[in-house]
């Protein structure tokens, strides 16, 4: 049944984890599609700006005439390639900072609230003719250059879009005082990237609905099932227990029952009738093991009772002189083994109210136990004291009880599980109906013990 038990428990945690995967798994996929989806929705946005926007239109005519015009310079060689690029970035420093703020009013226009960082860079360059073409900047071998726009770092870089631009530019240039036609086919490449502040706070706000819903779907199956397991346990540990009184009360009926059966299969003996003492020792004998049925019986009864169900009538009783009468029977108890029973009282002349028949069952629960649980030579301390309630201590230096069991040990029917104890008889009520009897009286019963030193009971009741 325990190795059921484990199965079930590794297998439902192996299941939890499966599900937690799969769930974790169908997160991160929405994660990316409502990224990508966030990111599209902006990038067509962008891309709505630059194309329809007339003041960024007309500060890009400026670089590129200015660019064209260079080009010329390079092509009827009154300029080089670096002067080309230096030219380029010395007119676009001129005007990028209009273009920025040009382009932050196009975005609060257009309705985006996130801000946006937004650049263009060129890739290449390149001069063509009919015969050669000359690359005057190719992105691979040169630093990136960015024409308009802020710089990003490259980590968070998102693409926007590649454009590509051909065009035939003619010009007269004045070489040698005469005018020359000077044609260009040019092709030039850019790239737009842009840096979205906060996206992934964006994209997180679209998914708090579903990300709270998982989470709380994953604590439902989680408590479900811990529960389930934890009910599993309880309801295994009850049939144990239950398992465990139906053999004790079976192991303590048979001895009784065995002897009934002998003493009546006595009483036919012809033998046996003719003799009038074996007779009534038979007789005797029957009588005995009856009321010893009788006494387990109603030790099953009575000693299951609840502490609301115990029915209390107290009486006002002179604690020392209760106490000893308790004492003096318990000593009259005979016992296979040497038992010396101490007495330490520190409550003169004080009155209690209490049921005495009732505590005296729980005191000789435990006094009993106190021998039951000892060795040969049985030593017990019985100490009782007033420190504003009554406090009664009785201390035994047998078997002891190890720690992990004190917490159960006054519940139903337990008993603690070690094979040396194994012919020691028991039901496991009796500290349960002591625990009962002490809370009907409204005080408390505690243990204190170490495994093969000594236990000690501590019982308060409270003097009014
Ligand atoms: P039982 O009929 O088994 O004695 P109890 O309810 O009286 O039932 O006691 C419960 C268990 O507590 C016992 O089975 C025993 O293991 C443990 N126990 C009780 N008293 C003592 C003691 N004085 N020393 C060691 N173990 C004890």
């Not at 997160?27 to 007339?54: C, G, H, M, Q, V």
């Amino acid at each position: 049944m325990n190795k059921k038990i484990n199965i079930l428990i590794s297998a439902s945690i192996l299941g939890l984890l499966a599900l937690s995967l799969i769930q974790g798994y169908l997160i991160n996929n929405t994660y990316k599609l409502k990224k990508e989806a966030f990111i599209n929705d902006t990038r067509r946005s962008i891309s709505r700006i630059d194309d329809f926007s007339p003041t960024l239109d007309s500060l890009s005519n400026i670089w590129q005439e200015d660019l064209l015009t260079t080009l010329t310079d390079y092509k009827v060689k009154t300029a080089t390639k670096t002067d080309v690029i230096n030219n380029l970035q010395r007119v676009i420093d001129s005007i990028n900072e209009l273009f920025k703020q040009g382009y932050q009013k196009e975005l609060l226009k257009n309705n985006i609230p996130y801000g946006i960082k937004y650049h263009k860079s060129v890739k290449h360059i390149i001069l063509m003719d009919s015969i050669s073409n000359d690359t005057i900047y190719d992105y691979k071998k040169m630093p990136k250059a960015i024409i308009l726009g802020d710089s990003i770092p490259v980590k968070n870089e998102l693409y926007i879009s590649n454009t590509l631009w051909e065009t035939d530019h003619l010009d007269t240039r004045e070489i040698d005082g005469k005018a020359v036609n000077t044609s260009l086919y040019l092709m030039f490449h850019t790239e737009d990237v842009m840096d979205i502040d906060g996206w992934k706070t964006e994209v997180f706000k679209q998914m708090i609905g579903l990300l709270m819903l998982s989470l709380l779907i994953f604590c439902f199956v989680f408590g479900l099932l811990y529960y389930s397991i934890k009910n599993l346990i309880t309801q295994k540990k009850i049939a144990d227990i239950k398992t465990d009184f139906v053999n004790n009360i079976t192991h303590e009926l048979k001895t009784p029952l065995t002897t009934l059966s002998l003493a009546s299969e006595m009483l036919k003996n012809p033998l046996v009738k003719k003799d009038s003492q074996h007779f009534d020792a038979t007789i005797n004998t029957i009588e005995r093991q009856n009321k010893r049925l009788q006494k387990l019986i109603d030790q099953v009864l009575s000693n299951s009772l609840g502490y609301k169900e115990i029915k209390l009538i107290k009486k006002p009783v002179e604690i020392e002189a209760y106490l000893n009468t308790v004492l003096d029977d318990f000593s009259l108890i005979p016992y296979t083994k040497n038992v010396t029973l101490n007495r330490v009282f520190l409550a003169k002349n004080k009155v209690i109210k209490i049921d005495k028949f009732y505590i005296t069952t729980a005191l000789l629960n435990i006094l009993e136990n106190a021998v039951k649980y000892s060795n040969d030579d049985c030593v017990i301390t019985f100490n009782a004291e007033i420190d504003s309630d009554l406090k009664i201590s009785i201390t035994d230096h047998g078997i002891g009880i190890s720690e992990e069991n004190h917490k159960h040990l006054f519940d139903k029917f337990y008993r603690v599980e070690d094979k040396a104890l194994h012919d020691v008889k028991g039901l496991g009520l009796g500290l349960y109906y002591s625990n009962q009897i002490v809370k009907a009286h409204h005080g408390t019963i505690t243990v204190k013990s170490e495994k093969d030193i000594k236990t000690t009971f501590i019982i308060t009741l409270p003097i009014n």
